[in-house]
């Protein structure tokens, strides 16, 4: 059942609901920081177009992260096609 979880995201108050606190909470630490990070550097910005490049950051993160475990995904199959050729080839030799 979900609950509801009190937050600051960049200063500003909300009640979020979900099931796992400590994840949104997590999540909410990264934003956090993010907006955070972009204040130091683009000080005349506002609150809402920090929060805005936060969140593309993080939105090009996830997909960089998503993008490797597909290379990853790739690289491995390939490996173990490798493999089961090999074995298969080895499997089918005569026994001298």
Do not use: H
Not at 21 to 49: A, D, F, G, M, Y
Not at 53 to 73: I, S, V, W, Y
Not at 80 to 91: G, Q
């Amino acid at each position: 059942m979900s609950k509801a979880i009190r937050v600051t995201i960049g200063g500003k108050d909300l009640t979020l609901r979900g099931e796992d606190e400590e994840s949104i909470k997590k999540s909410v630490r990264e934003v956090n920081l993010q907006i955070q990070t972009l204040s130091q550097s683009l000080r005349e910005q506002s609150t809402p177009t920090l929060s805005l490049l936060a969140a593309l950051n993080l939105a090009e993160r996830c997909l960089n992260a998503e993008e490797g475990r597909e290379r990853d995904m790739r690289y491995l199959l390939s490996e173990l096609e490798k493999m089961t050729s090999y074995f298969e080839r080895a499997w089918n030799q005569p026994v001298v």
